[in-house]
C-alpha cells in the first residue's frame, strides 16, 4: 500500500513538473510576443493590432497554467477535487479561446465554432454560479 502511496505522490511530481515546463515556455512565448509588441510600434494598426491580441493570448495561457498548478496543489494538500477551481480553469480556457477566436484579427471565423464557444462558455459558467451558490449551503450543513 505504501508503494503505491509513493507511486502516487511519484505521479503528482511529474505533473507538476510538466505543469511547471509548460508555464515556463508560456511565459517565455508571452516575453517574446511583448518584445515582438515593441518592434511593431509605428507599424500599421492591422499588424499592431495581431501583436496585441497575440500578447494577450499568451498572457491568457500563462493565467491557465498558473490556475491548473494552484488545482494540482490543491487537491494534493486536501486530498479531494476541488470542482470550483477546475471550473475556474475551465473558464480561464474558454476566455481564451473566445477572445482568440472573436477576434477581429482572427482570419479562420466560422460562426458555427463561434456559437459552440459561446455556448460552451455559458454552460461553464453556468455551473460555476451553481457550485459557489452551493458552497455556502454545504459549510452550513457540516457546522
Sequence with gaps: METLRRGEYLVYLLILLLTSFLLALSLYMAFSRVYELFQNIGKPPDILGASIYNVLSDVFLVVVFVELIDTFITYIEQKRI??????DVALVALARELFIYLAPVNKEFSIDKAVALVG???????????????????RRRRA
Design 82 to 87: 476541488v470542482v470550483y477551481k477546475i471550473i
Design 120 to 138: 460552451a462558455t455559458f454552460v461553464v459558467g453556468v455551473i460555476d454560479y451553481l457550485q459557489r451558490r452551493a458552497l455556502p449551503a454545504e
